[in-house]
């Protein structure tokens, strides 16, 4: 059998696969999404208080987020974008420019660690630095238009299997993923995040 005849019959195999694949998903019953998602996505579209208890579900967001992190963390960004710079530029570029001292405390690690940091980075074309017009012994940090693009494609890669887990998902599915996802963002927005008090 020639190269050519081989190679068709792998196309073929590969259809019949899929085709397998796509009958198995219409036959099968719909998965149940997760009961945080949908107690949101509820909770969105009636406009009122649901029976939900607060502690519990922060504590459930709390655990889902510590888990989508971990993920996201395993995937290759590449080219040398390190989750450090990756967190580093997303703040410099929806942010905007902030002084060294600024981007550490953001970022919760020394200057000293930022300092190595930045200059790494700005070795690479990431980022430049200005005087600080508001302090002469600062400067401001800003993201290049090379680390514009780097983050861009860094979180392109970085969500591409949450995007391809989440395109498995039927469209009523998808919408009350969309609609929770909204509905945190204004949470997270409102929050305080002031610790409860232990006082009585």
């Not at 974008?81 to 902030?98: E, I, K, N």
């Not at 600062?138 to 514009?148: E, F, L, R």
Request: hydrophobic residues 40%; aromatic residues 0%; proline residues 6%.
């Amino acid at each position: 059998m020639g190269k050519k005849s081989k190679g068709k019959e792998k196309v073929k195999k590969k259809d019949r696969k899929k085709a397998m694949r796509l009958a198995a998903a219409e036959a099968a019953p719909s998965r149940a999404p997760d009961p945080t998602i949908v107690e949101m996505a509820e909770l969105a579209q009636a406009g009122g208080r649901s029976n939900v208890d607060p502690m519990e579900l922060a504590a459930r967001l709390a655990s889902l987020s510590t888990v989508l992190q971990r993920h996201l963390s395993r995937a290759d960004t590449g080219e040398g974008l390190t989750r450090a710079r990756l967190s580093a530029l997303a703040l410099l570029v929806l942010g905007g420019p902030r002084t060294l001292g600024d981007l550490a405390a953001a970022e919760h690690v020394r200057p000293p660690t930022m300092t190595r940091l930045v200059h790494a980075m700005e070795a690479d074309g990431l980022v430049s630095r200005t005087p600080n017009p508001d302090d002469a012994r600062s400067v401001v940090i800003h993201a290049s238009a090379k680390g514009m693009k780097q983050l861009d494609h860094g979180r392109t890669r970085q969500v591409a299997p949450l995007a391809e887990t989440i395109s498995d998902l039927d469209r009523a599915e998808r919408q009350q993923l969309a609609d929770a996802a909204d509905l945190l963002g204004r949470v997270l927005r409102d929050s305080t995040w002031e610790p409860a008090s232990s006082d009585e």
